[in-house]
């Protein structure tokens, strides 16, 4: 497939555009940043907030697919986030209306529920029909982008697939990876099946590795075609004890429900 890779210079990005190109997709870059060196193929250095822009680039590719990373990765005010998150996906899917592109997977984010409690959950995991319970205005708004998938899905047809990320890391960091683990080679799994599986339509996954620690559930993953092989468990030997744990394993976005996010919105 020929895909349109946003945030392609980002973290995710670096290891997907890589990833995807490995087996055997053309990933055409997108970001405000210009290419990381070794990037081989086409790159279009803008700002996916502006339609304007966004729409020359469909004219200028023809493509098979998306897939949005590009926004702010932490907790910003909510213009910025609504900006950094809704607007460019807003941009992303009226120019594949026009382009007649019809599938899109998007980095949405465990912070979407963030505020869900973990006690109670049923069999000890959070099944993708929960409300929606974000943590931040980041999570506010990478809800309110899933919205706009919906929305887009159910007038145009679009399939969308929105992968509710946990933390993506080259390996597990703190004792919430366990949880909320998902490695390099299963980002690379999970957006290569969220891209060829058959008529989705709209659906959302939990993006981590197949944990055995894990909060969230992996059925909706697995239903179309997400196996992950990767489990953090492998690591916990090798994780510290910090006096923080407790807090950021009580509630699922973690650290982000803390007081220290509290700010105004505007
Ligand atoms: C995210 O969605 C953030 O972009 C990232 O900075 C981490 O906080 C990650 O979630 C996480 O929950 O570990």
Redesign the pocket.
């Known amino acids: 497939m020929r895909v349109l890779v946003t945030g392609a210079a980002g973290s995710i990005g670096r290891v997907l555009t890589v990833g995807l190109t490995d087996r055997g997709h053309e990933v055409v870059g997108l970001d405000l940043l210009p290419p990381p060196e070794g990037h081989q193929g086409s790159w279009h250095t803008v700002d996916c907030s502006d339609p304007d822009a966004v729409a020359a680039v469909f004219a200028a590719e023809p493509l098979d697919a998306v897939v949005h990373l590009a926004g702010v990765?932490?907790e910003e005010d909510l213009p910025t986030e609504l900006t950094a998150h809704v607007l460019t996906t807003a941009a992303l899917l009226d120019a594949m209306v026009a382009s007649d592109v019809t599938r899109i997977v998007y980095a949405s984010?465990?912070?979407a529920v963030g505020r869900t409690p973990r006690e109670g959950l049923p069999g000890g995991l959070l099944t993708t029909d929960v409300r929606p319970r974000p943590d931040t205005f980041y999570g506010t708004a990478k809800v309110a982008a899933e919205a706009l998938l919906s929305l887009y899905a159910d007038r145009f047809g679009i399939d969308a697939v929105a992968c509710r990320?946990?933390?993506f890391l080259a390996q597990p960091e703190v004792r919430r990876n366990l949880a909320?683990w998902l490695s390099h080679d299963d980002c690379v799994r999970m957006v290569e099946a969220a891209l060829t599986a058959p008529a989705p339509g709209f659906h959302v996954l939990y993006g981590i590795s197949n944990n055995a620690g894990a909060w969230w559930d992996l059925e909706p993953g697995r239903a179309i075609g997400y196996h992950p092989q990767d489990d953090a468990a492998e690591w916990a030997d090798r994780l510290p004890d910090r006096p923080e744990d407790e807090q950021e394993n009580s509630v699922v976005?973690?650290p982000?429900v803390g007081e220290s996010f509290y700010r105004p919105a505007l």
């Open positions: 990765p932490v984010s465990n912070h990320i946990g933390s909320t976005g973690g982000f």
